[in-house]
């Protein structure tokens, strides 16, 4: 475990269907990121938070809506989803206190799939 | 646009020999890269980091290469054992403390 903890580990889910990732880090880090990761892809930036804040989202259709009700959790909120948005969501945290790798932690994922 | 990313989409070696993945930069103005090892069914791992200013760093079978002339940055894996078979992505850090990643490149591992 990488102490970022991502559930649930696998999703299938309609594209009529409203689901829920979450994740989880208790390693006090202050910023929280949500990366999308397609086959054949580079890992793409979704969501930024700083101290509960979102600082960035990356040009994500609303159809994914964040969430970071504290420094600890963040959630992506999913609705109406089309299949092309199947792929492993990866959440990473970071720390502004580390020596290196600037922090940055990530969990295991979440491999979704639309149907 | 400025991208990062890598030569080759995968490498086979066997195992014992040495394993060299490359990536390209294209922002001349990046200053921290960053190599990442990821498992099936992991998230990336950290491997290796490597600033502007340094041309060559070391850790444990593992060495990081920087060529700022060509913009280019190489992962040096000493004798590469079953256990390395991975993607491995290198990225770039930017002024916002944001990750940049390439397309990866996946490492199998012959015996």
């Known amino acids: 475990e990488t102490g970022v903890t991502q559930t649930p580990r696998h999703l299938v889910m309609g594209m009529t269907n409203k689901k829920s990732l979450k994740c989880e880090q208790h390693?006090?880090?202050?910023?929280m990121y949500w990366y999308k990761q397609s086959a054949k892809k580079p890992l793409e930036l979704m969501f930024v938070?700083?101290?509960?804040?979102?600082?960035e989202n990356n040009s994500v259709p609303s159809r994914f809506s964040p969430e970071c009700p504290n420094s600890s959790h963040l959630f992506l909120h999913l609705h109406t989803l089309q299949p092309e948005d199947s792929a492993l969501y990866l959440c990473?945290?970071?720390?502004?206190?580390?020596?290196?790798?600037?922090?940055?932690?990530f969990g295991s994922g979440t491999r979704l799939t639309v149907v | 646009g400025e991208s990062v990313g890598l030569h080759l989409p995968t490498l086979s070696v066997q195992e014992g020999d040495n394993s060299i993945i490359n990536c390209a930069y294209s922002n001349s103005a990046s200053d921290y890269f960053i190599w990442y090892k990821q498992e099936s069914g992991k998230g990336p791992q950290f491997i290796i980091d490597?600033?502007?200013?340094?041309d060559k760093r070391q850790g444990q079978r593992v060495t990081v290469l920087l060529n700022k002339t060509v913009k280019h940055l190489s992962l040096q894996i000493a004798a590469t054992q079953p256990g390395d078979s991975a993607v491995y992505f290198c990225?770039?850090?930017?002024?916002?403390?944001?990750?940049?990643f390439g397309a990866g490149t996946t490492v199998t591992v012959r015996a």
């Open positions: 490597i600033r502007s200013n340094m």
């Open positions: 390693l006090g880090h202050n910023a």
């Open positions: 990225a770039e850090l930017d002024w916002d403390y944001k990750l940049s």
């Open positions: 990473a945290s970071r720390s502004d206190r580390a020596a290196t790798n600037y922090g940055y932690t």
């Open positions: 938070y700083n101290f509960k804040e979102q600082t």
